[in-house]
């Protein structure tokens, strides 16, 4: 079994930044993808950006030289850094980690609020 436990959310204003934090425990193997999903009110399930534990990375074309993900292996830790956030980020985040096999695992999710 795998936890995930998310940390960083809140409100911030337009233009400025948030970090947030996603700490993994339980049976992790060693090749594995973890990200950051989003969800709006009334919209899917989006991915944000993902990173593999080999350092690869994926963005969505909306945040792209905007946010940052990064991770730490021995921590099993990811990290979202982001950046000159908008009203339009505003939405609840969700880490998640795809293991070798297996379904993938989620968090319980952090909420993120652009607003003035």
């Known amino acids: 079994q795998v936890q995930l436990v998310e940390s960083g959310g809140g409100l911030v204003q337009p233009g400025g930044s948030l970090r947030l934090s996603c700490a993994a425990s339980?049976?992790?193997?060693?090749?594995?993808?973890m990200g950051w999903y989003r969800q709006a009110p009334g919209k899917e399930r989006e991915l944000v950006a993902r990173?593999?534990?080999?350092?690869?990375?994926n963005y969505a074309d909306s945040v792209k030289g905007r946010f940052t993900i990064s991770r730490d292996n021995v921590k099993k830790t990811v990290y979202l850094q982001m950046n000159s956030l908008k009203p339009e980020d505003t939405a609840v985040y969700y880490c998640?980690?795809?293991?070798?096999?297996?379904?993938?695992?989620w968090g319980q999710g952090t909420q993120v609020t652009v607003s003035p």
């Open positions: 998640n980690i795809v293991l070798l096999v297996g379904p993938p695992y």
């Open positions: 339980g049976t992790i193997s060693s090749n594995n993808v």
């Open positions: 990173i593999s534990s080999g350092g690869s990375t």
